[in-house]
Nanobody
Framework: VQLQASGGGLVQAGGSLRLSCAAS????????MTWFRQAPGKERDFVAA????????HYADSVKGRFTISRDTAKNTVYLQMNSLKPDDTAVYYC?????????????????????WGQGTLVTVSS
């Protein structure tokens, strides 16, 4: 599956951005779609996800209440609405997909569990 991420940019602290990730494939609604981020010199961290066809979103504690993940199955696209941005949110944001339909919660947070990645989009939050 191919993933195309977009929507990054430069924003002041307190501002908002919406990231998009368009996916190919006929069974998008069954994919686990996940956003990760990687700040300079740091590991790639989980941000938010939909696991398979389940409608319950999952969030990292650091973004709960500020970020919202959503998906449009008609457009094969997952979004990440980011509000109240902080300088600590500065990172390259990546979307990832698991197409097996067998993703489990204990591994959903782990970048190594994904074989399909978008190219990344840079988000810079200035103070």
């Amino acid at each position: 599956v191919q993933l195309q991420a977009s929507g990054g940019g430069l924003v002041q602290a307190g501002g908002s951005l919406r990231l998009s990730c368009a996916a190919s494939g006929p069974t998008f609604s069954r994919y686990t779609m996940t956003w990760f981020r990687q700040a300079p010199g740091k590991e790639r961290d989980f941000v938010a996800a939909f696991r398979g066809s389940r409608n319950t979103p999952h969030y990292a504690d650091s973004v709960k209440g500020r970020f919202t993940i959503s998906r449009d199955t008609a457009k094969n696209t997952v979004y990440l609405q980011m509000n109240s941005l902080k300088p600590d949110d500065t990172a390259v944001y990546y979307c990832a997909a698991d197409t097996t339909g067998r993703m489990i919660l204990s591994t959903m947070w782990n970048p190594s569990a994904y074989e399909n990645w978008g190219q990344g989009t840079l988000v810079t939050v200035s103070s």
